[in-house]
């Protein structure tokens, strides 16, 4: 990608969601809605993010686009297929590494090749050159427990990465993350989207993360959880960090932060009160 450009996503949807809800039956236990008539497109190449509070259906809805759960009602497709279970086309990173304990790093990265039943030889430099990226050079042959958390994370990243994805769906990656190291994975993850360029689907609880981070911003309400605001941000990539200290990006921050407060009070319509410079925005 040329430097200094911003990404332009394509014009056709890649991932559309229609009127989806998800409703949990337990025996003869009363039913539990966790997410209510949600719709939304994304076009091929966005980084949207789902930002709502924790426990509000964010991972659920998630989960059902990339068809790990399925819908009770409404439609989901990607690339033009209806969604009906796991596809080889997308990649998922939870918010723990999930590591197997006795691989290296680099044999984690390659573990879901061994599953697709992909020869090993043709993405081993792939997976080293990954590893390189993200600043694990020398770290290749290392076991989980000899890696931080962070270091962990960034091979989950690569592990994602390596059989090339198409559609790359992240729930809360970074959460259980101190707030320093979060901030470094961060700023890798800003790096290697100028590489890639995946449509992504980011779930997180973090406003600034998600004004950071993304293309445009889809707010969720409490449980049962459904989209309020779709607000596109109106940073140009590349981006790095320093754009957290602007007056728009902590204007942004307090029109989210204001719009899930009141929508955790019942408001379901409507818009917040005209942007003002953001206090706290975590």
């Given at each position: 990608m040329m430097s200094g450009a911003a990404v332009i996503p394509g014009t056709g949807n890649y991932i559309t969601v229609s009127e989806v809800s998800k409703i949990y039956r337990n025996g003869t236990a009363d039913a539990v809605e966790a997410v209510s008539s949600v719709?939304?497109?994304?076009?091929?190449?966005?980084?949207?993010?789902?930002l709502g509070p924790s426990g509000c259906g964010k991972s659920t809805l998630m989960m059902m686009v990339g068809g790990l759960?399925?819908?009770?009602?409404?439609?989901?497709?990607?690339?033009?297929?209806?969604?009906?279970?796991?596809?080889?086309?997308?990649?998922?990173m939870f918010q723990d590494a999930t590591l197997l304990p006795w691989k290296s790093a680099v044999e984690n990265v390659l573990f879901p090749v061994r599953v697709l039943k992909r020869p090993i030889d043709t993405y081993w430099d792939a997976a080293h050159a990954l590893l390189d990226k993200v600043g694990l050079n020398g770290f290749a042959g290392k076991k989980p427990h000899e890696l931080s958390g962070?270091?962990?994370?960034?091979?989950?990243?690569?592990?994602?990465?390596?059989?090339?994805?198409?559609?790359?769906?992240?729930?809360?990656?970074?959460?259980?993350?101190?707030?320093?190291?979060?901030?470094?994975?961060?700023?890798?993850?800003?790096?290697?989207?100028?590489?890639?360029?995946?449509?992504?689907?980011?779930?997180?609880?973090?406003?600034?993360?998600?004004?950071?981070?993304?293309?445009?911003?889809?707010?969720m309400t409490r449980r049962p959880a459904t989209i309020v605001e779709d607000l596109t941000m109106p940073f140009a990539r590349?981006?790095?960090?320093?754009?957290?200290?602007?007056?728009?990006?902590?204007?942004?921050?307090?029109?989210?932060?204001?719009?899930?407060?009141?929508?955790?009070f019942g408001e379901r319509h409507g818009s917040a009160a005209a942007l003002a410079p953001a206090e706290a925005a975590e």
């Amino acid at each position: 990608m040329m430097s200094g450009a911003a990404v332009i996503p394509g014009t056709g949807n890649y991932i559309t969601v229609s009127e989806v809800s998800k409703i949990y039956r337990n025996g003869t236990a009363d039913a539990v809605e966790a997410v209510s008539s949600v719709s939304f497109e994304v076009k091929k190449g966005e980084f949207v993010a789902i930002l709502g509070p924790s426990g509000c259906g964010k991972s659920t809805l998630m989960m059902m686009v990339g068809g790990l759960e399925k819908a009770t009602s409404g439609a989901i497709s990607v690339a033009g297929t209806a969604m009906t279970g796991p596809r080889t086309d997308i990649g998922i990173m939870f918010q723990d590494a999930t590591l197997l304990p006795w691989k290296s790093a680099v044999e984690n990265v390659l573990f879901p090749v061994r599953v697709l039943k992909r020869p090993i030889d043709t993405y081993w430099d792939a997976a080293h050159a990954l590893l390189d990226k993200v600043g694990l050079n020398g770290f290749a042959g290392k076991k989980p427990h000899e890696l931080s958390g962070g270091m962990r994370q960034r091979v989950a990243i690569c592990r994602t990465l390596v059989y090339e994805p198409e559609l790359l769906l992240m729930d809360e990656p970074f959460s259980a993350l101190d707030a320093i190291t979060r901030d470094e994975m961060n700023e890798l993850l800003l790096d290697l989207w100028q590489q890639y360029t995946k449509t992504a689907l980011f779930v997180t609880h973090s406003i600034r993360e998600a004004v950071l981070l993304a293309d445009r911003v889809l707010v969720m309400t409490r449980r049962p959880a459904t989209i309020v605001e779709d607000l596109t941000m109106p940073f140009a990539r590349p981006r790095t960090p320093a754009i957290g200290d602007s007056r728009e990006f902590n204007e942004i921050c307090a029109h989210l932060r204001r719009r899930i407060e009141h929508s955790h009070f019942g408001e379901r319509h409507g818009s917040a009160a005209a942007l003002a410079p953001a206090e706290a925005a975590e």
